[in-house]
């Protein structure tokens, strides 16, 4: 809905040690100040200090995501297929800003969520702990961790919004993703990197 945030999650192997790195962004509309008062505060706040953005435009979210996504494709960075995971409900609008900005319809793969996350989700919690994946200490991300509450179903454990409350997790959700696809060992199809660090992603 649009009371939701809309996450990405960009994760990568370093090419020498091969350890994982995760950085992650957030966008959001005016309606959700008006919709979750409760977290209002907390979204401005975490606007003026870290990688979450407050649109003033209804498209604004989509098109700097879009932006995002290109940079790392148009470096090589992706595999030739599955390399941009999405959740497969309500996506229409960013499936159809990726391809006309160009990135072909094989690199976009839906990623199922609920229970068949499991692994991914507790994937996640071992590399974090024996330091294989390193994150960007992002105050959005333990924000939206902080929110996220788990439920067992059977021997899954899932994470998922209706559980987590009026606190949100989207970005945590991209996160889980990433590593997702990650875990299949996709191999980028340039290794030639020098023009995506002449200009590095960044958020000001």
């Known amino acids: 809905g649009m009371d939701d945030l809309l996450g990405l999650a960009v994760l990568g192997r370093h090419r020498v040690t091969k350890?994982?790195?995760?950085?992650?962004?957030?966008?959001?509309?005016?309606?959700?100040?008006?919709?979750?008062?409760?977290?209002?505060?907390?979204?401005?706040?975490?606007?003026?200090?870290?990688a979450l953005t407050i649109c003033?435009?209804?498209?604004?979210?989509?098109?700097?995501?879009?932006?995002?996504?290109?940079?790392?494709?148009?470096?090589?960075?992706l595999p030739e297929r599955g390399g941009v995971g999405l959740d497969p409900e309500g996506v229409a609008a960013i499936i159809d800003a990726l391809t006309m900005a160009g990135v072909p319809s094989e690199t976009l793969a839906s990623v199922t969520q609920g229970y068949k996350l499991n692994g991914a989700i507790k994937g996640t919690e071992r590399k974090l702990f024996d330091g294989s994946l390193r994150h960007a200490g992002q105050p959005l991300m333990s924000w939206c961790v902080g929110n996220a509450k788990?439920?067992?179903?059977?021997?899954?454990?899932?994470?998922?919004?209706?559980?987590?409350?009026?606190?949100?997790?989207?970005?945590?959700?991209?996160?889980?993703?990433?590593?997702?696809?990650?875990?299949?060992?996709?191999?980028?199809?340039?290794?030639d990197l020098s023009a995506f660090f002449d200009a590095p992603v960044m958020i000001v």
Do not use: Y
């Not at 209804?58 to 290109?70: C, G, I, R, T």
């Open 19 to 50: 350890r994982w790195q995760l950085w992650c962004a957030a966008w959001a509309h005016g309606v959700v100040l008006e919709r979750r008062k409760s977290i209002a505060e907390k979204l401005r706040d975490l606007e003026a200090e870290d």
């Open 56 to 77: 003033t435009e209804p498209s604004q979210d989509v098109a700097e995501l879009v932006d995002l996504v290109l940079r790392v494709h148009d470096a090589g960075l």
């Open 150 to 191: 788990t439920e067992p179903r059977g021997n899954a454990v899932i994470v998922t919004k209706a559980v987590s409350g009026a606190g949100k997790i989207d970005p945590l959700m991209a996160a889980f993703n990433a590593v997702h696809l990650m875990s299949l060992n996709p191999e980028a199809s340039r290794r």
